[in-house]
């Protein structure tokens, strides 16, 4: 039974993963930008949700719509401004610079909040829990992972119905071609990672809430959102939250045998879904099922 | 307007430039104090970190996060040898270099499945796995490390000195051996399939074993150099060996001086220990600082200082770049 409720908790913190991974998953897909400073961001909104939530009415939670409004208009003043400046053929320059900038972000955030571990609270509803199918499960997790479902589902959505989610889609396709027809790719670009940062805000003060953060915690959830974009297979929407699934479950799994393994068994169980299907489990599934 | 041509000495003068800094440097123990030594020891292989990303990310186009993976396990490997089985660790300098190679060559196949930023953060997946590996084990020091047992007998002088020639070596190696290496056949194959593939592939180069080749000898590089280091500190623990800032030190000397460049990384150097010096007290004030100026780089003269002053002055120390017949990048 404990293992059942292991395995119930690593799908809701999978559902987190999930959504951490489709901001970076998303821009790498429109852009084919990978935003390096990503981990530094989702803590940086972890801080902002911080400040915010005791303004925020009727519930703590409900913090993550100003946090996602805010990291909107950062991600995309950082497009803008920065990325935008070095897009082209060759990605180094893009990644260096955004590297560069979560080198800034990190040590401005330890220099200005200090190193200590913080945390987003969410006052009672961190104890809550309800029994399902036998197990105890708490309404935390639980609701994180809705938030996540929906997020998900709503931007497929709206990418596939929407005129501006057409136009992202068609500017992933072919910028050139979208230029053609009298749009500026650069702004379209802005918005695109405007709407990535703002998923990744999201996950980072959810995150904030289920656990605790520093200002360096940016490269742990780097990582995490790397290894849910590759095992996904780079740009596969369903892939990746299949991806944030298999870690979240693997952590917990593996801190119940090994308390202080951390991520390293997440980051193992990634190699060695690399090593069996080089395009992720998406890859592999495709193969299987769709040749596509 | 086409391009300034721009010159650059004969690799006569060269091979004479090398042979003199060898000389000098092969007299540095006698003339500098110790604790100067000590600072050399840290600057040359500083700089042998940096070049050896310099040459992955601007010679072999395969940039990694993970540079400080080979740094750690270079160290490791020494210190757990010499301490285990009494090996004399100098001798077990070269076996580092060789044994980090391997491990590149065992992670190649599966890395190299994935590209740019992708294949940059595996490299660093793999360095927190290992480090975390370590930290969980006894017999590796966990947490607090290993000490270097094996050199507690020497004359501490004789320690410091041979350090000091191994890590000058190496420095000369990086400056001197990438020149060499980018002027001959397996450098232009280099260069043309970090340029593109897809036509060094119809020239007949094999590109995977080219870029194989290019990842392991960087790779081994990285980690001679920081078993090397970690000598003249006689203490090795995972959380510094495996350390993110290692990366952002080379990634600012090279960025700064200039990637895919000889001289670039020799300016970026300088420039990181003169910042050292004067900011090193102000914490991380002084990494954002690093920061800000590899971003601040990439925004105003991607090439850096040596890419812009080359283009100025028309002239460069190591003449490794061969101009085609016609200028593709001319301009009316």
Redesign the interface.
């Given at each position: 039974m404990i293992w059942l409720e292991t395995i119930a908790n690593g799908i809701f913190l999978g559902g987190l993963y999930a959504l951490i991974g489709l901001g970076l998953g998303f821009a790498f897909g429109v852009m084919r930008v990978v935003n390096v400073a990503q981990g530094d961001f989702i803590v940086a909104a972890a801080f902002i949700g911080l400040f915010l939530y005791p303004w925020t009415p009727v519930h703590p939670i409900l913090v993550i719509i100003p946090v996602a409004v805010v990291a909107f208009l950062i991600g995309m003043a950082l497009q803008w401004l920065l990325v935008n400046r070095v897009l082209g053929h060759d990605q180094i320059p893009q990644i260096l610079l955004t590297f560069g900038l979560a080198i800034v972000l990190r040590n401005g955030m330890v220099a200005g909040f200090g190193a200590n571990s913080q945390s987003i609270d969410v006052g009672e509803m961190r104890f809550w829990g309800f029994d399902f199918l036998g197990l105890r499960l708490g309404v935390l997790p639980a609701l994180v992972l809705v938030i996540a479902i929906v997020l998900f589902a709503a931007l497929h959505l709206w990418l596939h119905r929407s005129r501006l989610g057409r136009l992202i889609r068609a500017t992933a396709d072919d910028y050139q071609i979208v230029q053609l027809q009298g749009v500026n790719y650069r702004k379209v670009y802005a918005v695109a990672m405007g709407l990535a940062m703002a998923l990744s805000a999201v996950a980072g003060v959810l995150l904030a809430m289920r656990g605790s953060f520093t200002p360096y915690s940016g490269s742990d959830r780097l990582l995490i959102a790397f290894e849910v974009v590759v095992i996904g297979g780079l740009g596969s929407f369903w892939g990746m939250f299949l991806g944030g699934m298999v870690l979240g479950v693997t952590q917990l799994i593996a801190l119940k045998l090994d308390p202080t393994s951390g991520l390293m068994y997440g980051h193992i169980v990634f190699f060695i879904i690399l090593i069996l299907s080089p395009n992720g489990l998406a890859g592999a599934f495709r193969n299987a099922v769709f040749r596509k | 307007m086409t391009r300034a041509s721009i010159s650059s000495p004969k690799p006569a003068l060269v091979a004479a430039a090398a042979a003199l800094s060898t000389i000098c440097l092969a007299l540095a123990p006698f003339v500098v104090r110790e604790g100067d030594l000590r600072l050399m020891i840290e600057i040359f292989a500083v700089f042998t970190f940096a070049q050896s990303w310099n040459f992955l990310?601007g010679y072999v186009g395969l940039?990694s996060?993970g540079q400080q993976l080979f740094i750690g396990l270079g160290a490791y490997f020494v210190f757990l040898i010499s301490g285990k089985a009494g090996i004399n660790p100098f001798l077990l300098l070269p076996l580092s270099f060789v044994f980090c190679a391997a491990f590149a060559a065992v992670c190649a196949p599966?890395v190299f499945?994935?590209r740019?930023?992708?294949f940059?953060?595996?490299i660093?997946?793999?360095a927190?796995?290992v480090r975390?590996?370590i930290s969980?084990k006894d017999w590796l020091g966990s947490v607090s490390g290993l000490p270097l047992v094996a050199t507690r007998g020497m004359d501490r002088t004789v320690v410091a000195n041979t350090t000091f020639y191994f890590v000058a070596a190496l420095a000369l190696i990086s400056v001197f051996g990438l020149y060499a290496l980018s002027r001959s056949r397996m450098g232009l194959a280099l260069a043309a399939v970090r340029d593109n593939e897809g036509s060094a592939a119809a020239v007949g180069i094999n590109v995977w074993w080219t870029r194989f080749f290019g990842f392991v000898l960087g790779s081994g590089l990285a980690g001679i150099a920081g078993a090397t280091y970690y000598m003249s500190v006689f203490h090795v623990e995972p959380g510094g060996a495996f350390d993110?800032n290692w990366m952002?030190i080379m990634?600012f000397i090279v960025?700064i001086g200039g990637?895919g460049t000889i001289e670039g990384p020799i300016i970026g150097t300088t420039i990181y220990f003169l910042f050292r010096a004067w900011f090193a007290g102000t914490?991380?004030?002084y990494?954002?600082l690093?920061?800000?100026?590899?971003?601040v780089t990439?925004?105003v003269a991607?090439k850096g200082i040596w890419g812009v002053l080359r283009s100025r002055l028309g002239f460069e120390l190591f003449g490794t770049r061969r101009l085609g017949p016609t200028n593709h990048r001319s301009s009316p």
């Open positions: - | 990310a940039m996060f599966f499945r994935l740019d930023a992708y940059a953060i595996s660093w997946v793999i927190e796995v975390m590996f969980q993110p952002v990634l960025i990637v914490g991380n004030l990494l954002m690093l920061g800000a100026a590899a971003v990439m925004l991607p």
